[in-house]
């Protein structure tokens, strides 16, 4: 009688063991799933098509992207906005929102995070730990109806806007320019934890301001970031009517810079024809620069352009740089 070898009977050992694996395939399979869904959550990474219902979500990256593959009854509404009545709270690890433009269908919105002309008073309410992203070609962020967003924000703040259609922060009553008979402000609070604010539109013409309030009641809030930058081709701060307010990090906002900065051609970093612009930080420096088109022999911009209503600018730090009201003028455009 012929024995076993040692080598023999492991590769039969091995055999069997994988005749165990083909035979229990499904279970294997079903195995294999989950542990690739769990790679992913304590990945934290989570892409979805758009949020209109509340998210809890705390431990997640969310990011949201559209594409010329973004379906039209998805497009025509912002990647976040409320879908029913009663608003929404987004609270995630961090938030990314991105619109590339690339779509065809004729009524998309360009938008970011908007409030639901339907739904008057439906507040949207985002609680990100880390870092909020917005870039869009219109509009980062839209209030209206007497309908709000707040933010409380971890890390940083980028809102850009590319087209100059739009500008990067817009508050108004009825969705298109000021109106008194709003029973409530469609206001927009963001508040950070120390981190940079940038809020940028990259486009001047027709109306790409980096921030734009027509609504009398409105109040519009930045507050908290170490640094502040808000830049636009077209007007820094646009006020028809409403209040603007930015405040630096620290007690009271005392600590931090401001930047408003206006590079389009015969622009400034203010505007105001009502409402009020309060800006309050360790630094602050509003100019304009005029560097929107360089071939021009006459270029230049203003700091502050006040046809109306009223500016109040505060520096607190005593070794900052105080506040800086600068104008570099061609010879045709005047300094406000």
């Known amino acids: 009688m012929i024995s076993e070898t040692d080598s023999e009977k492991q590769r039969k050992k091995t055999m069997r063991h994988a005749e165990t694996i083909i035979l229990t395939g499904k279970a294997v399979t079903a195995a294999v799933a989950a542990a690739l869904l769990a790679m992913a959550s304590g990945a934290g990474a989570e892409t979805l098509t758009r949020i209109s219902t509340s998210i809890n979500e705390p431990d997640t990256d969310i990011e949201i992207h559209y594409t010329s593959d973004t379906p039209a009854s998805d497009v025509i509404h912002a990647p976040v906005e409320p879908g029913a009545e009663g608003g929404i709270t987004v609270t995630a690890k961090s938030l990314t929102i991105t619109d590339d433009g690339t779509s065809d269908y004729l009524y998309q919105t360009y938008s970011g995070i908007a409030t639901n002309s339907a739904y008057p008073g439906s507040d949207i309410t985002l609680n990100i730990a880390g870092d909020l992203s917005v870039t869009v070609p219109r509009v980062a962020i839209k209030t209206s109806y007497g309908s709000s967003v707040t933010a409380t924000i971890g890390g940083d703040l980028t809102l850009t806007t590319s087209d100059g259609n739009g500008s990067t922060i817009q508050a108004t009553d009825t969705g298109e320019h000021g109106s008194d008979d709003a029973t409530a402000g469609s206001n927009v609070t963001l508040k950070l934890n120390g981190g940079k604010a940038v809020i940028q539109s990259l486009a001047g013409a027709p109306s790409g301001n980096a921030i734009d309030l027509e609504s009398a009641p409105s109040v519009l809030r930045i507050e ?31 600590e931090g810079s401001i930047s408003v900065v206006s590079h389009g051609i015969g622009t400034a970093g203010i505007y105001t024809y009502g409402g009020s612009v309060t800006l309050q930080a360790g630094s602050v420096k509003v100019w304009g620069d005029g560097e929107e088109n360089d071939a021009m022999e006459t270029k230049g911009g203003g700091s502050i352009y006040a046809f109306g209503g009223s500016v109040h600018i505060t520096s607190l730090d005593p070794n900052g740089t105080g506040v800086q009201l600068l104008s570099f003028n061609g010879n045709q455009y005047p300094n406000g």
Request: hydrophobic residues 30%; glycine residues 20%; negative net charge.
């Open 224 to 254: 908290g970031a170490s640094e502040t930058v808000i830049s636009s081709m077209a007007y820094g701060i646009y006020v028809n009517e409403g209040r603007v307010e930015v405040s630096g990090s620290g007690e009271n906002g005392s």
